[in-house]
């Protein structure tokens, strides 16, 4: 039995111990802020904002009840988009658009404002993981490269446990093609190229199409180590090994003539360090290791000590990188990704605090200000952010209404934190459909503070299905990307947001490449994304981003939105078009495979949820191709088969079949995976359905999603891992 949490009064608040010692003995020190003023601040802050927080939840609930019975009404008749609008504006799901107006957000670091690239998205509750993406901000192009599907395991060049030179080449030759890409020579070729540069007054030997591009490099031992080069605001440092000494860490490396013993690309320009969709947080000892981790990242402390090949290492964050400029002159470049925070959205709470009448404290508000405190520590160092601004990306706010709410308890923190006004940033998500639909009105709201928008194609897809649950049923998940309204949501996006003035100032950001060990089909794939005008884009691990990075090499973004502003905006019309499935004629295979495949997502991410606490994980999907899941896949999982279920598509039975027959296989997948070393033992569900917490949890999500709000698996989630961690 696990024991159990104390409580100790503070005002009118009982406050875990955990969460108390954390607070008083951690995070205020330092930052000026005294125990008491946090304290009386935060308890009168959060009895008034409780009851706010939770009328908006019932302002959800009774929106969703209004659209239930209109799509009831309406159910099997051709969708009068006219009439719906109409229908959608009277209960005031619907917002008119205001006069047109720019955004007022100041003090954005240039992460943001005028440098486009990758951004990483990384669980806050593992330091190591954290490590790994805030050094992501430079990548070795050359071990991206080797162990990527790019370069085909063929004629010899095969990956194998140690390095293979034939593999290696192809690297070096892959490697000379994109400086011969992005840093083009005037009568030579990077591929081609023979004598090992010099630098000499300043000056390169070796004449470059833009000579603009050469901006620093450095030296060692009076020879040349390195050069730096720009390209659409992305530096590229191409490393040398004339003195042999980088050779001793890494003998394989210096095989190429040129003695170019690595590239560097600057990869994660920024990373959201997420306190939500990808951790599994339910109580105080949860919300602590993500405060902790996040305090020491502001503190420049966070590090960790893990065993990899036999050997313990030690990591900690890098350094800046100094260099000189061809002038002469010291320049240093951020040696870290710019940190940004997920908070949570607002409907969850968490028992880690409890109000004057037993109510559990809103935890999002509770995460502006830890979050947001911690930040105070990087104020003195400008370790994270050069201009003193907090990023807080802010999640699951529908419409208008909400995002006030969020300006709100942002003004309120920063009154206590006795920060200056609007100096808490927002980045405002827009993966539900009241913010997509009114998402003008949503970013008028925080002007003054935004600093990104961003789609979620699933987040957004599960909220589509469970607000329209009542019209009829939706169509394959694998045929939703090609659906009317996906198209308008996507452009919608960046329509507005560059009306709105976001670009050279704010981030317009696209959705996470899911297929990590898929990366060749990412280099095809996601250059969608800056072609689309989005300045950022989701990737899933530091390979991914240095990978994405040269996307952003190839496609002048800002350019790009030049281009776009001449368009015709997405349309409301196809925005709302819903994405049913008119007279379905799908065979039971075609049902079946849909179902297992649903299936086998949700159950591969639930049982590590709840049974090992992980909130992201790697899961295959029914071809065994290793997908990214987390609460936003499932929820689109989820709610799919709740939409089918509901409409008679398939049956209660069949899903129960589908899922034990299901949790075989995923305990099969489990039992084998060497990334579940370290986690608490993997408890198989199949044989012990009854007793799985698990695969109960994993069936609820199904059987009961009709009746959740907005779709969310959060409360299903969280209440079946308290169940969990109090056995």
């Not at 071809?623 to 049956?651: K, P």
């Not at 949790?663 to 198989?684: C, E, F, H, I, T």
Request: hydrophobic content about 35%.
């Amino acid at each position: 039995m696990r024991k159990q949490e104390q409580f100790y009064k503070v005002f009118d608040l009982s406050v875990s111990n955990t969460l108390l010692k954390f607070i008083n003995k951690e995070l205020l020190p330092g930052t000026g802020i005294s125990k008491g003023r946090f304290w009386s601040g935060f308890n009168k802050v959060i009895h008034d904002l409780a009851p706010k927080n939770k009328h908006l939840i019932e302002i959800r609930e009774k929106l969703q009840k209004s659209i239930d019975s209109y799509n009831l009404d309406n159910k099997g008749k051709k969708l009068n988009i006219k009439k719906y609008k109409k229908f959608l504006k009277k209960i005031g799901y619907l917002k008119n658009n205001g006069p047109n107006f720019k955004i007022q957000t100041k003090n954005l670091d240039k992460e943001i404002s005028s440098i486009c690239g990758p951004q990483l998205v990384c669980p806050v509750s593992n330091a190591r993981f954290l490590l790994n993406a805030a050094n992501a901000r430079w990548v070795s192009l050359y071990d991206s490269l080797y162990g990527a599907n790019i370069i085909p395991e063929t004629k010899g060049a095969l990956k194998g446990n140690t390095y293979n030179p034939i593999r290696g080449r192809k690297v070096i030759e892959c490697s000379r093609d994109l400086l011969d890409k992005y840093i083009p020579l005037k009568n030579d070729r990077w591929k081609s190229l023979s004598r090992i540069p010099k630098v000499i007054k300043g000056n390169l030997n070796i004449k470059l199409k833009n000579q603009k591009q050469f901006v620093g490099y450095k030296k060692l031992k009076n020879k040349l180590f390195s050069l730096l080069f720009v390209n659409n605001n992305l530096h590229i440092d191409i490393l040398f090994d004339q003195s042999g000494i980088l050779e001793i860490n890494n003998p394989d490396g210096n095989q190429d003539p040129l003695k170019i013993h690595d590239i560097y690309l600057e990869s994660a320009i920024s990373t959201i360090c997420d306190h939500e969709d990808s951790v599994a947080a339910v109580d105080a000892e949860d919300k602590v290791l993500g405060y902790r981790n996040w305090l020491n990242l502001m503190k420049g402390t966070l590090n960790a000590k893990f065993t990899k090949n036999g050997k313990l290492i030690q990591r900690k964050l890098n350094l800046d990188k100094e260099y000189f400029s061809p002038n002469g002159k010291k320049i240093t470049l951020h040696g870290r990704s710019l940190m940004l925070n997920r908070n949570v959205g607002h409907l969850m709470t968490n028992p880690a605090i409890l109000l004057k009448d037993g109510s559990e404290c809103p935890e999002g508000i509770l995460d502006a200000f830890i979050t947001s405190a911690a930040a105070l520590h990087d104020f003195k160092r400008k370790g994270n952010s050069r201009t003193g601004s907090i990023y807080i990306v802010k999640p699951k706010m529908h419409g208008p209404e909400e995002c006030s709410f969020t300006n709100l308890i942002f003004e309120k923190v920063e009154k206590i934190l006795k920060l200056k006004k609007n100096q808490i940033l927002c980045g405002i998500m827009d993966e539900e459909r009241r913010t997509s639909i009114n998402l003008k009105e949503c970013i008028r709201i925080l002007k003054k503070r935004v600093f990104f928008i961003n789609t979620g194609f699933l987040d957004r897809t599960g909220d589509e299905i469970h607000t329209s649950m009542e019209i009829g049923p939706m169509v394959l998940k694998g045929q939703m990307k090609s659906t009317k309204w996906i198209k308008a949501y996507e452009n919608n996006n960046v329509d507005v947001g560059l009306s709105c003035g976001f670009s050279g100032k704010a981030q317009i950001g696209k959705g996470m490449w899911a297929m990590p060990d898929l990366l060749k089909e990412m280099m095809v794939q996601k250059v969608s994304h800056p072609l689309s005008g989005a300045n950022c884009a989701w990737v899933p691990s530091p390979t991914a981003a240095a990978i994405h990075a040269l996307h952003y090499h190839e496609i002048d973004v800002f350019s790009k939105h030049k281009e776009i502003q001449n368009r015709k905006n997405a349309s409301l019309d196809d925005l709302l078009t819903i994405p049913i499935q008119i007279n379905p004629d799908w065979t039971k295979d075609e049902i079946e495979k849909e179902l297992k495949n649903n299936a086998q997502g949700i159950l591969g991410y639930v049982v590590r949820w709840i049974d090992q606490s992980v909130g992201c994980s790697k899961v295959p999907d029914i071809n065994g191709v290793g997908l990214m899941e987390d609460r936003a896949t499932c929820r689109i999982s989820s709610q799919h088969i709740s939409n089918w279920l509901h409409h008679g598509i398939c049956s209660k039975k069949q899903v129960l079949e589908i899922m034990k027959k299901m949790a075989k296989v995923v305990d099969y997948q489990n039992l084998k995976d060497r990334s579940m070393k370290g986690q608490d033992p993997y408890q198989p569900m199949a044989g012990n359905y009854d007793k799985s917490i698990a695969f109960k949890a994993a069936c609820d999500l199904v059987f009961h999603g009709k009746f959740q709000p907005s779709g969310y698996t959060e409360p299903l989630l969280h209440f079946n891992r308290i169940m969990k961690k109090s056995i």
